[in-house]
């Protein structure tokens, strides 16, 4: 192959892989979006606004699949090897978690549903409100790894990486927040088991911003970092503990 062919074929590897990465920005968007959405549906009382947004769960799972018959293009097409190919598969991982993430919103809608298209009564916003807190965090966390994913800034990918660890901490203390309606009213119990499926989805949402930000960089560094501490990962990048 001669160096002009050479670089036609790279030029058209980066447009396609381009193309790809662009698809994957909108899927970051939509998958905010559903989550907050989701949240304000359930803050609104409206089942209704909460149905639309399980329905639009099927665009991320359309593009999930576009994404995926681009990339088997891609690789059948180009054949990459060593970074083109460490590009690819981080790709790929980004739009698995990302589809993911929309299935833990569609879960957040789906209690506004249950609670209004019940019989049972509607919990207080007391006992709601450890899911609006957490949601706002969760919602950055994953602005943040897409921004880190746009721009390939590992600096951005390990803030996501220490933002789960206080996520951790936070679904500990909402857990032990919880218990204590249950304990001031017996009829909580119910109410007490949903949330608590709710506040997982939502540590769920945040553990896949998480994932999203170790494939960055996994992309930048070819190091996989997910059973590395903090220090380990801070080392790896060369970057100042604040």
């Not at 606004?49 to 769960?57: E, L, S």
């Amino acid at each position: 192959m001669t160096d002009t062919e050479t670089r036609h074929t790279v030029h058209r590897f980066d447009k396609e892989l381009n193309e790809i990465a662009e698809l994957v920005d909108q899927m970051g968007v939509i998958a905010v979006q559903q989550l907050r959405r989701a949240v304000k549906a359930l803050k609104k009382e409206d089942p209704a606004r909460a149905h639309k947004v399980i329905r639009r769960d099927r665009k991320l799972n359309d593009l999930d699949i576009e994404v995926d018959e681009k990339v088997i293009q891609l690789i059948a097409r180009r054949a990459p090897v060593a970074k083109d190919l460490r590009q690819i598969i981080a790709v790929a991982k980004v739009v698995t978690d990302l589809e993911r993430t929309g299935d833990e919103a569609r879960k957040i809608a789906a209690l506004c549903v249950r609670f209004h298209e019940s019989d049972h009564h509607v919990p207080s916003d007391n006992i709601l409100r450890d899911i609006y807190s957490m949601s706002k965090y969760v919602s950055v966390m994953l602005e943040i790894a897409m921004q880190a994913f746009s721009s390939l800034d590992n600096e951005k990918a390990f803030s996501v990486l220490l933002m789960d660890e206080e996520l951790e901490f936070q679904f500990d203390s909402m857990l032990r927040h919880l218990s204590t309606y249950v304990m001031e009213d017996s009829r909580n119990v119910g109410h007490f088991v949903d949330i608590v499926l709710g506040i997982r989805a939502l540590e769920r949402f945040g553990g896949h911003a998480k994932n999203i930000a170790g494939h960055v960089i996994f992309l930048a560094t070819a190091k996989d970092v997910r059973h590395l501490d903090a220090d380990e990962i801070r080392q790896l990048l060369d970057l100042q503990e604040a």
